[in-house]
């Protein structure tokens, strides 16, 4: 179902939805008002009584910074507007009537409040227009944005121009836009907070991760009724029971890792097949998930079980080698019940092997679900996640997450919830929460072993 807070829309989108309320009653004028009054209120917080600049532009994110100034204005605080360009809408020239102040040519203040450009932006800033933001910006401690930092696209979260201002905190007006919650454009918004404006939902919009909630297990429940997981494992064994491990903490009761290769951390608490046999793994009937990628290899062996596991019917975990081995031909029983993972690389690898072009992260995971019908979470610092059920973003994970062997624990906590009986979609969806969770009780500079000793405690603040 669409949820209106945690929708996430194009320009389109929003101009439509904002069309929607005009047409029910509202002016321009009488929403921005209440969006520009909403952003005011944080400002008010961060400003604390000091001085606050505020940057305006020609079109109505521009119209906002003057209802701001005139708000923040009327509650005491000293308000400095800069305003390169003439207000150009009906709306914004309005706001700047109301206002009534005298623009100045430059200010040195503690918030800086850029309302240059918002969803509007068409193309990159001047080199006047970027010279004067980056200026004022630097001579700021606190920089906020209203609804989008200026020079972002908002649909792809582009950079439009070179070293963009960072900001404290970006205030999202009426609803989420893409670009708040992709990259590159999510790394320079600081804090993200929505203010709403009465926008209803919008079908088909993206929508944020729900928070995952979590259970223990029923009283009755035994090992198999939580979940057995497969690891199919290879020529590496190191990354197999780094999986394995996160899907012994990931929910699931029972975990097999089959894998021709010993290893001297081999947990005693695994179940470990050291016959490497796919045939004796894919024929289990219990068997709840299987996962298959780290460690796999890519000799022809690796190839032959990937090809098995795919044709088993079994819900299944693509990450690492499996995605660089998988090609058109290999037949996937049921790709509904298949989860892949790639990072940036294999993305655009599994792009090449299934002819797909396309620009960007989203057109490329949204292109590959539609041709093979399999869920897609394209990982990174940004995560996109495209299924049958819609289309998920995250909020920012932790960069300390750059580390070798946190995507065999994401791809061993994804199966570890499919087997307790998630579908792809939802398993992914949780699964990126747990990992981020995990990764931020984990603190700095941690191993993925130590991400993994943080599941249990990442798990227990979503019970
Ligand atoms: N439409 C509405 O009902 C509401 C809109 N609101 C605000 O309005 C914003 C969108 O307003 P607009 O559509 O007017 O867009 P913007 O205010 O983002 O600016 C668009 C104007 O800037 C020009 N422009 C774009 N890129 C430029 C560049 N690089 N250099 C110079 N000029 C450039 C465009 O030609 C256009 O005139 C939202 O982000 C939000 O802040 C809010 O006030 C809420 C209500
Ligand atoms: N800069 C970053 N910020 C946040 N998360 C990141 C960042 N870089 C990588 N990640 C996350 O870390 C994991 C890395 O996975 P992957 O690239 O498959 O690594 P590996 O194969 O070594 O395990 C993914 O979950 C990814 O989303
Ligand atoms: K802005």
Not at 83 to 97: F, L
Not at 154 to 177: C, F, R
Not at 289 to 305: E, S
Request: aromatic letters at 4%; one cysteine or more.
């Amino acid at each position: 179902m669409t949820q209106a807070a945690d929708q996430i829309l194009t320009v389109a989108q929003m101009q439509a939805a904002e069309q929607a309320l005009i047409d029910n009653g509202e002016t321009v004028e009488s929403l921005m008002e209440r969006a520009g009054a909403g952003a005011a209120d944080w400002i008010w917080r961060l400003a604390a009584g000091r001085p606050v600049t505020i940057l305006c532009g020609p079109g109505n994110n521009g119209g906002d910074g003057y209802v701001i100034a005139r708000v923040l204005q009327e509650r005491g605080l000293s308000i400095s507007v800069v305003a390169p360009m003439e207000p150009g809408s009906e709306a914004a020239k309005t706001a700047r009537d109301t206002w009534g102040g005298q623009p100045v040519d430059t200010a040195h203040g503690e918030v800086f409040v850029d309302c240059l450009f918002g969803t509007g932006q068409s193309r990159p800033l001047s080199n006047e227009l970027v010279g004067t933001m980056r200026t004022l910006a630097a001579s700021h401690n606190l920089r906020v944005a209203v609804d989008l930092p200026s020079g972002v696209d908002s649909d792809s979260g582009a950079l439009l121009n070179d070293n963009l201002p960072e900001y404290t905190l970006t205030i999202a007006l009426g609803a989420w836009k893409r670009a708040h919650w992709l990259m590159p454009a999510m790394a320079v918004m600081g804090e993200r907070r929505l203010f709403d404006i009465g926008v209803g939902p919008v079908e088909d919009a993206i929508q944020l991760a729900r928070r995952p909630g979590l259970s223990p297990p029923d009283a009755d429940a035994h090992k198999y009724s939580r979940g057995l997981v497969g690891i199919a494992g290879g020529d590496m064994a190191g990354a197999g029971i780094l999986a394995a491990r996160a899907a012994q903490h990931g929910g699931a009761g029972y975990v097999k890792l089959s894998s021709p290769h010993s290893h001297p951390d081999l947990p005693a608490d695994l179940v470990h097949d050291d016959s490497g046999d796919i045939a004796s793994l894919v024929s289990d009937e219990r068997m709840g998930a299987l996962l298959i990628g780290p460690g796999l290899g890519q000799t022809d062996t690796a190839r032959r079980k990937l090809t098995e596991v795919l044709k088993s019917g079994i819900a299944l975990v693509l990450d690492a080698d499996a995605l660089t081995l998988l090609r058109p031909e290999m037949e996937i029983a049921f790709p509904g019940t298949v989860l892949a993972t790639p990072h940036e690389g294999e993305l655009d690898r599994l792009c090449k092997a299934f002819g797909i072009v396309a620009e960007g992260k989203l057109a490329k995971a949204a292109a590959l679900h539609e041709s093979t019908g399999m869920t897609v979470l394209a990982k990174g610092p940004d995560n996109v996640l495209v299924g049958n059920e819609g289309t998920r973003f995250f909020p920012p994970t932790s960069s300390w997450l750059s580390a070798a062997g946190t995507g065999d624990v994401l791809a061993g906590l994804a199966a570890s919830r499919m087997a307790g009986g998630r579908s792809a979609f939802h398993a992914a969806e949780e699964a990126v929460q747990i990992h981020a969770e995990a990764a931020r009780i984990a603190g700095p500079a941690f191993s993925a072993v130590e991400l993994v000793n943080a599941i249990p405690a990442a798990y227990a603040q979503f019970l």
